[in-house]
């Protein structure tokens, strides 16, 4: 085990719960049981959390297999490791997926070619640069989830260990 996170799935409809678990485990390579508390941010959906450990780049397999789902919102961070980038994934059902790579210091790391590019896009009126930063530095997707982070806290935190 060389990785380490947190899944947080901020919401979901209760009949979504068991594919997710069945998601993540097919990801871990065994069974999952996530528990389930209602989300105060939003009516009739719940929430859960789970710290994991696995291999390195678990996160991306594990947002692969729950993107894409309607209505339902998550988080997935993995660490940096000796010799690997961590990273965040967030999805929202409004605004689709986000990925960014963690440095060791927690900073997100934006590679030269997509900074080159938005400053070539607003150079040429195509688009205002603060925006395409924000969107870069995940700001839309913090903005949306950030009512369902709040009402998260305190929530129960669960261990999830990949098959090795």
């Known amino acids: 085990m060389s990785a380490r996170g947190v899944l ?8 979504l719960c068991p594919h997710i678990e069945w998601a993540v485990a097919g990801v871990l390579g065994m069974p ?9 941010a939003a009516p009739n959906v719940v929430r859960a959390q789970a710290e994991w450990e696995g291999r390195a780049g678990i996160a991306a397999a ?3 297999s729950l993107m ?17 980038d961590g ?6 059902p409004t605004l689709g997926a986000y990925t960014a790579v963690i440095g060791a210091a927690g900073d997100i790391m934006i590679p030269e070619d997509r900074l080159r590019a938005a400053m070539m896009m607003a150079a040429q009126g195509r688009c205002v640069l603060e925006d ?10 913090d903005e949306e989830l950030e009512p369902f982070r709040y009402a998260g806290d305190g929530a129960p ?8």
């Open 62 to 64: 594990i947002a692969s």
């Open 68 to 84: 894409g789902w309607q209505r339902l919102r998550f988080e997935i961070t993995e660490d940096a490791s000796p010799g690997v």
């Open 132 to 141: 395409e930063l924000d969107k870069m530095l995940g700001k839309p997707w």
């Open 87 to 92: 990273s965040r994934h967030a999805y929202t």
């Open 32 to 40: 999952v049981d996530l528990t389930w508390t209602p989300q105060p």
């Open 157 to 164: 935190v669960r261990w999830l260990h990949a098959a090795v």
């Open 8 to 15: 947080y799935v901020h919401s979901a409809q209760p009949a």
